[in-house]
């Protein structure tokens, strides 16, 4: 009983789905959307990608510190994820989470030292890094 009210539903739905698109396609031409159509993008405008670039970039007397999203976002007004996006997909660049680097100690150097000599340990340059 109820697998066959389950297959006249699906029937019911193919048939409505067809005629749906039948008559787009005798109507426009197409099954696409209209160009247009849809809510419009707020956050991915000009004025937005022209700030979050300057901001990306500001590095005045702290070269190689860029700003993080969130303080990008907070700075701006858009959201994060907003922000994320312009700066990957409009700008092309890849945001990456800050992480502090291990201080160096001269037990840490002599242990890193033994460790190299050993080959347990092996260094690669970043212009040895394949690129992909």
């Not at 789905?17 to 809510?39: F, N, Q, V, W």
């Not at 004025?47 to 999203?69: E, F, V, W, Y």
């Amino acid at each position: 009983m109820v697998a066959d009210d389950n297959r006249n539903y699906l029937r019911k739905f193919i048939m409505r789905s067809l005629h749906y698109l039948i008559k787009r396609m005798r109507e426009i031409g197409t099954t696409d959307r209209h160009p247009g159509s849809g809510r419009p993008c707020t956050s991915r405008i000009a004025d937005n990608i022209d700030a979050i670039n300057d901001l990306m970039l500001s590095q005045k007397g702290a070269p190689r510190t860029p700003k993080t999203t969130r303080k990008i976002a907070r700075e701006t007004g858009i959201s994060r994820r907003s922000v994320g996006c312009i700066i990957h997909k409009d700008i092309k660049l890849k945001c990456l989470k800050k992480c502090h680097a291990q201080q160096l100690t001269a037990s840490n150097t002599a242990s890193l030292i033994k460790h190299l000599i050993s080959g347990e340990i092996v260094l690669i340059r970043p212009t040895d890094q394949p690129t992909s």
